[in-house]
């Protein structure tokens, strides 16, 4: 039975846990169903009805030389038994098994972070507004200044926008780590974008960006691939708008602690990355090699190419 385990009908299989797992912590939590996807995967390796009791060093070092085998990164293969280890860990509390098996850690790459040049910001908005795609256009600018995600900026509603206090609040319910958080909006485009959009809507529309959904977004955005010949380009995806902001905020020396306050980090060294890769040591260290006075540090990925091109 899922969500309670009796003392005489406890998980005892590798799929049965997988599910009371979810069931009693994935299933609430933002990412849960990915969790449960992970466990799965490695499941599907090991074997859905293997015994608990049955899974040791040996199995899982089996399945990490297949998940290798089989194209995953480092990054990938540590995600996958992460979700192991948390079935594993309840395995322990509940008595099916006495000790969890350990495991080595695959080594993570540092991987590169996708920009967006202040050239290619100007004309993604110069072709939203071409094309009168004014939901767009108003979309990626609030993205590139705010740093919310997409499903983020898709449910704030004016309520959580304090024009007074110059913030925009984003309630625990719509972000993914259900934590609250407020970060400043002093760009004036983006107040302007606000009280615009305010004054327009209908008195039943409460949402910033009520006319727009995900699907909606993701047409366009494809068809502005299209037309800056970028459909090849693989970094070339919304959620580099947000890796923008946060590259943006290292660029001004921000700390890894803001950049993770502002942007909702579920952990610390997703933004330490930011200031490794484009923090004030990192940027003195490629003016050594590089002028890059006349724009910030934009050349780390192909995205310049849009302008080469244009």
């Known amino acids: 039975m899922l969500g309670r385990a009796r003392k005489d009908d406890k998980p005892r299989t590798l799929a049965d846990m997988i599910e009371y797992v979810f069931a009693n912590y994935w299933k609430e939590q933002a990412g849960g169903e990915k969790q449960r996807q992970n466990a799965y995967a490695v499941a599907d390796l090991l074997g859905r009805s293997k015994m608990l009791s049955k899974i040791g060093a040996f199995e899982i070092n089996k399945v990490t030389a297949e998940l290798k085998a089989g194209g995953n990164s480092g990054a990938t ?59 767009i256009h108003d979309f990626i600018l609030w993205s590139i200044k705010v740093g919310s995600r997409n499903g983020e900026s898709l449910k704030i509603t004016f309520a959580d926008v304090n024009l007074r206090g110059k913030t925009a609040n984003f309630p625990a ?104 890769m484009f923090g004030k040591e990192a940027l003195e260290g490629a003016r050594r090699f590089v002028d890059v006075d006349a724009e910030p540090v934009s050349n780390v990925v192909a995205m310049e190419k849009a302008r080469n091109r244009s």
């Not at 979700?83 to 594993?88: N, Y």
């Not at 590169?112 to 009168?132: T, V």
């Not at 950049?259 to 930011?274: D, K």
Request: glycine share 2%; proline share 3%.
């Open 77 to 135: 293969i540590n995600r996958k038994l992460a979700a192991l280890r948390r079935c594993l860990t309840e395995a322990v509390k509940l008595e099916v098994i006495s000790s969890r098996p350990t495991w080595k850690k695959q080594k993570e790459t540092e991987g590169r972070i996708a920009r967006i040049s202040r050239d290619l910001e100007r004309r993604m908005l110069a072709w939203c507004k071409r094309m009168s795609l004014d939901d």
């Open 173 to 276: 319910e719509i972000t993914k780590n259900k934590k609250f958080r407020a970060v400043p909006i002093e760009h004036p485009a983006v107040i302007e974008l606000v009280e615009r959009r305010r004054k327009a809507a209908t008195s039943d529309e409460q949402r910033i960006f009520a006319g727009l959904t995900k699907r909606k977004f993701d047409v366009q955005w494809e068809k502005m691939r299209e037309a800056f010949d970028l459909v090849d380009d693989p970094d070339f995806v919304p959620h580099v708008i947000r890796h923008e902001f946060c590259s943006r905020l290292a660029e001004a020396n921000a700390s890894a602690s803001y950049i993770q306050m502002l942007a909702g980090h579920l952990t610390l060294a997703v933004s330490q990355r930011y200031v490794h």
